[in-house]
């Protein structure tokens, strides 16, 4: 055997413990991590739409958006839904326990192009979760940005995530924040509907003066990009976020390649634009 | 260097580490490690696995777990000097060089590559040879001795400083002036080995036909035919895509290792995320993927596609879908007939 330790191990991941955890609605947990090394956390950053590796020894390693923003460093949160084997075992995880990360990988949403310009941000159910990064880190640097507008829908009140959070930004006088639910109960007191019904809403923008980002299930995306593109807002400043399966994070593995791109170097945030070109994409 | 002092010369080789070539194996020929020079076979004919196996293992473990966390594992790595391998293999490497070693550097890949010698070795084109249409029949870098088989003797082309150190221990085998006649047989043998191919197909033109042929019928066509066995995958030289999983030992809960393994974008579980989403569902996608890899998209980013034109795919596919099939009914815009 010959050594190899002059090369860092990108396949090796960091201990990281979790620091505190809640259930946002059913299934899906709230996660705030640290890294152990203390170096390490401190000088973690990353880009608003970037992701983790995180691996729970024994059963894997999957992909996850981060959902805390670079502005507030030292801790890294995560929105997980519990839907396959290693969301499970993250679950059965308490608070002080250890789990294993990497990264972070991928380009993030292209903040260089937002500033000083309008941002329409749309969410739609879990897209939630990456989202809440960029909105953090604009409100964070709220100065560097235009008008900010805030849309997020979800089936029904109970799918709606940090509900709390998201009620107390909407009463902020810096940000426009639009809600919306498919089926409401007796309690909801916001706009019922599918999301691109709140574009209703919006004000006159300067479409060549807009950056979009939408973020949501795969059907979603047709529909509210129709919207950005009846604002006229020109295809490479809508910007989107796209889920695959990766097994490395860094392109080596194959799985989330499209065409010669590959989901987790090249993307996971890609223009519109990008998607007339990359057919597959969306 | 003449005939006779060829196999004395390979094995003196084994001082520069462990000696690999394509055996016998059960019938089949294989690239492994040789117990004795003799198991050697030198032939125009491919291994069925081909070298990729030596760089990017079908299975390995890359790092064992335990309460501490995740330890690298290098065991995988050790000096080998790989004899015989045929030029379209060394373009082989040189393709997965460009996915491995770009940063970042895959530090299993590159560890077996630094620690490995190749020896390349000339061949005459089989049955489904491609590598004329692919432009991978003859090789300028990526060997550290090349022998080219002129009957009376071997050309031998030194690509490396360990390729002269190699022929410094044993310079009493070689001849290093080249004469007019030896290059005029080098010629002769070139132009009589390009016109022993017997098939070839349209590679320089598939980037841009395969562009204007994304929605064709002829990927439904294949995908119907297409069983999903994944053969293609494992023959072929240039794919490199793989899974990863954990694996508990059989006495503990907490200790275990992770292991990579050759994985195929024709299994259906390929683009498969967590909730049940398919990404690439139907198998008309995934071939139109796999030989966009081959024909068109690694191009973009690497200067060329994927295939080295060994012809793997024309004698494994069971159901004869393979670049030559899938080329001709591109350019023809004919599915073929049954």
New interface residues.
Partial sequence: ????EQ?????????ARIVRHYDLIKDHRFFQIRHIDMKKAMSFTYNPGQFIMV?I??????PFSISSTPSRPGILELGI?K??K??EALFKKKDNDVI?IRGPYGNGFKLDQMVNKDLIIVAGGLGVIPLRSILYYVLDNRDQFNRVFFLYGTRSPQDFLFKTEFFQIKKRDDIECMYSVDRPDKDWTENVGVVTKLFKELPKIDPKETNAVVVGP?VMYKFVIDEFLKLKIPKNQIQLSL???M??G??????C?I??LYTCMDGPVFTYWDTLHF??LI | MQPKFLEVFLESLDKFGQLYGPKQKNGVLSYDRLESISELVITDEHPMIPIKKLFHPMQFTMMHFNERGFEPDYSVIEKRVILGVHPCEIHSLLRLDDVFLRNPVDPYYSGLRKNSAIIGFSCLPTENSLCFSTDTDIVEEGFDLFFVNLGEFYLVWVGSSLGYDMIYQREEFFDEDVTHEDIQMYIDWRQKRNKMFKKSFEFDSMPDIMELSHDSEVWDYFGDKCLSCGQCSMVCPTCNCYNVTDVFDVTNETVGRRDRVWDSCMFVDYSLVAGGHNFRASRADRLRLWYGHKLKTFGVDYGRPGCIGCGRCVDSCPVDINVLTISEALTTKEVPKQ
């Fill in positions: 055997m010959i050594v190899n090369i860092d191990n990108p396949f090796k991941p960091k201990a691996s020894p024994g059963v894997g390693e999957a839904r839907v396959g290693l969301t294993y795969p889920e695959r399966r097994k490395c860094i392109g080596k593995c194959g799985h390649a065409e010669h057919r597959e």
